[in-house]
C-alpha cells in the first residue's frame, strides 16, 4: 500500500551547505498494519511522515501509493490523494475553533472531488457516538478536554474512509492516562476495522502499542 523506495531528503542550509534530513529511507506499509516510527528528536521520523503523506517531496527516490507514483504526481494531484486516500492526525490537533466539533469533521468532505457513497453528516455523527462524543457534537474545541479534541481530530481523519491514516506524536500533548485512551482507541480502529495506521513518536512505551516497531536515527532505519 506505502512503500518508500531510497528516500532522500536534503534542506539546503546555504549556497554551499545542505542538512541531509534522510539518507536512503527504505520501507513499505502493508494494508492493515499498525506501524510505529520511533527514534530520538531530530532523528527524521517526522520528515518520513511528511513524505509518507505527500505533505513533502523528497529529494530523490520513489515513493509509492498504491500503484501511483508520487513524484509523477502534480501538486494538484497529489493533493486529491491526500483528501481522498490519508487521513492525518497531529500532536496539535489543529481543529478550528470558530467551527463545531461535528463542522470540524466534516471539513475534509467540503474539498472532495469524489462522489461520496455516503452521507457525510450521518458518517461525522457515527464516529463521534462511537467515539463518546455525542453530547459534544454541538461543541466548540476550545470548550472541550484535549483528549476530547483529540478524538475529534481521529474522527475527522476517517470521515473520508482513507485507505491509511498517518499519526504524529498523537499523545504528545496529552497526559499519561488520556494519551493511554487514545491508543486503546488507534488499536481498535486498527484490530477491528482493519485501518492501516502509520504512527510516529519518541516515547517507547507508545511504539510498543504498535504491531511493528520502525526505528530511526541520523535520517536513517537502524531496525
Known sequence: MIALQEIWKEYPINKEEVFTALKGVSLSIAPGEFVAITGPSGCGKSTT?????????PTRGKVLIGDKEAEKLSDDELSRLRNEYIGFVFQQFNLINKLTVLENVLVPTVYARKKLGYNPRDHAVYLLERFGLKEKIRSYPNKISGGQQQRVAIARSLIM?????LADEPTGNLDTQTGEEIMK????????????IVLVTHEHDIAMRARRQIQMKDGKIIA
Open 49 to 57: 511522515m511528511q513524505i509518507l503523506g505527500l505533505l513533502d517531496r
Open 161 to 165: 474512509n482513507p485507505d491509511f491514516v
Open 185 to 196: 482507541l488507534f488499536s481498535q480502529l486498527n484490530k477491528e476495522d482493519n485501518i492501516t
